[in-house]
């Protein structure tokens, strides 16, 4: 797997998709709760983004509980929360879980990592689906999320390594000396 150490929206200025780890959640006014991280820049770069993704969420939402699979955010229907955006170079995965009485809330659970790993197993699929060839994957869920650095990013290579769709790209505060760039 090609590894970047950087900023990744360099990568998407390079023809990559990028993946942004969001919570499952709403506010009010209906838009996804994108306040920090990877989702505060995405919105900043891309502002129709927030409200096409909180639609998109409450959508799903109504589909799981109209057909009775409603659950404390399933990590088996992490594809059905993985959303390529219509328009930009976005694909967003949950990494926090719906929290269905307070949706508004889900942001202030800590990442959920068998709902991070099915959202990785669901990229190939969303990649073949949506004719993707080129993906950058940060260590989803390790940043304000709260889950352990290296063990995403093992998590990471063991189900995306081998797929030279996916590259994945590490925090520029991780390159040698500010070293940025790819490596290997």
């Known amino acids: 797997m090609k590894t970047y150490v950087g900023d990744i929206w360099r990568l998407v200025g390079e023809g990559y998709h990028a993946v942004v780890p969001v919570n499952i959640g709403w506010r009010s006014d209906g838009a996804n709760v994108m306040g920090k991280g990877l989702a505060l820049q995405a919105r ?8 096409w993704l909180g639609r998109a969420q409450r959508n799903m939402a109504s589909a799981i509980k109209d057909a009775g699979i409603e659950s404390k955010g399933s990590p088996t229907l992490a594809r059905h929360w993985t959303f390529a955006y219509s328009d930009g170079p976005l694909i967003f995965m949950p990494t926090k879980p719906l929290n269905w009485e307070a949706p508004w809330a889900s942001w202030k659970s800590p990442a959920d990592p068998e709902l991070v790993r099915f959202g990785l197993m669901a990229l190939p699929e ?11 994957v940060p260590l989803v869920g390790a940043g304000l999320g709260g889950l352990d650095p ?6 990471i290579r063991e189900i995306l390594g081998a797929d030279p769709r996916f590259a994945l790209v590490l925090p520029k505060e991780l390159a040698p000396k500010g070293k940025t760039g790819w490596r290997n």
């Open 44 to 51: 900043y770069r891309y502002p129709e983004c927030e409200a």
């Open 126 to 136: 969303l990649a073949g689906e949506k004719g993707i060839e080129k993906i950058a």
């Open 150 to 155: 290296d063990g995403v990013e093992r998590t």
